[in-house]
């Protein structure tokens, strides 16, 4: 979770999280586990009675802001954002509420401009980290050795993003195939990382949608939200917080929504256990296979892998039990090479 400062980061990570938020002018970096709101799991509750549930889960940063007011406050910036190299995704949180008590970053509220600064220096720290690499991989070049034929390859692949950089375009649109995917990976460009944009509304301002696709990657999902509603929100019991809904006139926490955003933006799905009294969501990557599902829940599942007993959640729901499921006969026994769909519930059979 990255943003400017005082932009409501750490209030949106404390309503996801249900942690305090941290104080203004921290320079840690936070983290929490994140469960992932899945309605599947609620409903197939109420059918299995388990003992325990277990959701997804997110493992989520609250990165303190940056401004770019001075060099000095792009030092601090910059330093951050090589500590963030490693994530997977990157929500981009901006201010666009109201609130004369927290005074606006440059003196006036303005979500696109602040994401175009935002993505600007994310362009000149990717754009530093190329250079520094080509300046490695010009040396290695020219020496013999085994990796010659890869680094000159490497070499020319970091100039063509060097040249989407200063062109302004993000890495993601210069990277075009697996193999160039694979080259760079390690390095952790932040322009290469799938986006969401979360931008913080006044409470009033709910239903206001904002489309940024000039600044990001038009796919980028961006999500209205008030921090602060979500944070008093979870604060609440269940009771006070149906009425303060009822109040406001709204029906769900935006919370969900935006956690389950960046669960889809990371490209991952669920599929499903109900295993002794356990009934779990378990993430994957779309396009996973049955095989690598079964090495999730346990590696002896995987070496022992036999079928993968399959029902989708959607026939499930809509026939009522598993008895009307096998007597519709769809329970599918799906072998290794069987892609996972998202909901999928999965009964593995193995040798151990
Ligand atoms: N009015 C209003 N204030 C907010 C909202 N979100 C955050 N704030 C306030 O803005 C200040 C900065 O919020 P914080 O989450 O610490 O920002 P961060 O620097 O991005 O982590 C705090 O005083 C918050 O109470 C919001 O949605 N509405
Ligand atoms: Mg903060």
């Known amino acids: ?72 406050a792009r ?28 005074p606006p970053y440059r003196g006036a509220v303005d979500p696109a401009r602040d994401l175009t ?26 020496k013999p050795s085994k990796s010659q034929t890869y680094d000159k390859a490497e070499l020319e692949l970091q100039k063509k993003l060097q040249d989407a950089i200063e062109s302004e375009k993000p890495i993601s649109a210069a990277v075009e195939t697996d193999e160039q995917r694979q080259i760079v990976k390690s390095l952790g460009f932040l322009t290469l990382k799938p986006v969401v944009v979360a931008v913080n509304v006044s409470e009033n301002r709910l239903s206001d949608t904002f489309q940024f696709s000039d600044i990001v990657d038009p796919d980028a999902p961006v999500v209205t939200i008030s921090a602060k509603l979500e944070r008093e929100l979870v604060q609440l019991d269940p009771e006070s917080r149906a009425e303060f809904m009822a109040d406001l006139g709204i029906t769900r926490s935006a919370t969900g929504k935006f956690v389950n955003s960046c669960y889809f933006a990371l490209g991952l799905i669920s599929f499903l256990t109900v295993v002794s009294g356990e009934l779990r969501a378990w993430p ?22 036999i079928k993968a ?44």
Request: no cysteine; net charge negative.
């Open 1 to 72: 979770m990255l943003g400017l400062l005082e932009s409501g980061k750490s209030t949106l990570f404390s309503a996801i999280s249900g942690k305090e938020p941290a104080p203004i002018g921290t320079t840690a970096i936070e983290e929490a586990i994140v469960p992932v709101p899945d309605e599947r799991l609620d409903f197939l509750a109420e059918l299995y009675k388990p003992k325990k549930i277990t959701h997804a889960t997110i493992d989520s940063l609250d990165v303190p802001g940056f401004t770019f007011h001075d060099e000095h």
């Open 75 to 102: 030092a601090a910036a910059a330093r951050l954002i090589e500590k963030i190299r490693t994530v997977d995704l990157l929500v981009l949180v901006l201010r666009a509420f109201e609130d004369p008590a927290v």
């Open 117 to 142: 600064e935002l993505m600007t220096e994310l362009l000149l720290a990717d754009l530093q980290l190329v250079t520094t690499r080509i300046g490695h991989l010009e040396k290695d070049a020219k």
């Open 284 to 305: 994957i990557k779309k396009g996973t296979t049955a095989l690598d599902a079964a090495g999730k829940v346990h590696t002896d599942i995987k070496r022992g892998f």
């Open 309 to 352: 007993e399959t029902i989708s959640f959607d026939d499930l729901k809509e026939l009522g039990d598993e008895k009307k499921i096998k007597a519709a006969g769809k329970v599918r026994l799906e072998g290794k090479e069987y892609v996972v769909n998202d909901g999928d519930i999965i009964n593995f059979r193995f040798n151990v």
